[in-house]
T-cell receptor
Framework: AQTVTQSQPEMSVQEAETVTLSCTYDTSENNYYLFWYKQPPSRQMILVIR????KQQNATENRFSVNFQKAAKSFSLKISDSQLGDTAMYFC????????????WGLGTSLAVNP | EAGVTQSPTHLIKTRGQQVTLRCSPISGHTSVYWYQQALGLGLQFLLWYDEGEERNRGNFPPRFSGRQFPNYSSELNVNALELEDSALYLCASSSDWVPGNTIYFGEGSWLTVV
């Protein structure tokens, strides 16, 4: 069975600095998708970034980038120039490219950006 | 463009009662998903509907059920409520033309069972 592990329950960073959130996953599949979602206190789950496993190039979205290491089954999120609005729970999620459309989630990392 | 909308936002029910949660997907999206986010348990996949059919189901008892209407909106029904059903229920939607099977979430319905 696929699993997703986020080993850092809580992290903090100073405003304008860089922080990296870790995520590892376990699967026997070769084709899949990986996601980072952000859940602020409003509780709405917001997509931060997405990576297709067949793409070797790491995805980037403005201040957010990932380090995707397929062989190591690692998918870390780097937030550059952290802003107060980045304070939220961050969830790593996995989806098989097959047709079950089921997201498997980590337990999340609570990130606090301090002024 | 409106996002995924859910109703009600908060509700309190008594153990043994039944509840219906509603979801409208993003315009043009044909797939709707339901997830349960309970404290300490993380997010758990409940159901996936597409084109009116149930396509996949998570490891939940049959008292969790739902349906999708011709306009692609969806309902989640929970019968015989138990205390452990207290959770945030998140609805999400997607479409085949969205790359990477990305799904977009609503703000959720908070259910408290007392």
């Amino acid at each position: 069975a696929q699993t997703v592990t986020q080993s850092q329950p809580e992290m903090s960073v100073q405003e304008a600095e860089t922080v990296t959130l870790s995520c590892t996953y376990d699967t026997s599949e070769n084709n899949y998708y990986l996601f980072w979602y952000k859940q602020p206190p409003s509780r709405q789950m917001i997509l931060v970034i997405r990576q297709e496993a067949y793409k070797q190039q790491n995805a980037t979205e403005n201040r957010f980038s990932v380090n995707f290491q397929k062989a190591a089954k690692s998918f870390s999120l780097k937030i550059s120039d952290s802003q107060l609005g980045d304070t939220a729970m961050y969830f790593c999620a996995f989806m098989n490219a097959g047709n079950n459309r089921k997201l498997i989630w980590g337990l999340g990392t609570s990130l606090a950006v301090n002024p | 463009e409106a996002g995924v909308t859910q109703s009600p936002t908060h509700l309190i029910k008594t153990r043994g009662q039944q509840v219906t949660l509603r979801c409208s997907p993003i315009s043009g999206h044909t797939s709707v998903y339901w997830y349960q986010q309970a404290l300490g348990l993380g997010l758990q996949f409940l159901l996936w509907y597409d084109e009116g059919e149930e396509r996949n189901r998570g490891n939940f008892p049959p008292r969790f059920s739902g349906r999708q209407f011709p306009n692609y909106s969806s309902e989640l029904n929970v019968n015989a409520l138990e205390l452990e059903d207290s959770a945030l229920y998140l609805c999400a939607s997607s479409s085949d033309w969205v790359p990477g099977n990305t799904i977009y979430f609503g703000e959720g319905s908070w259910l408290t069972v007392v």
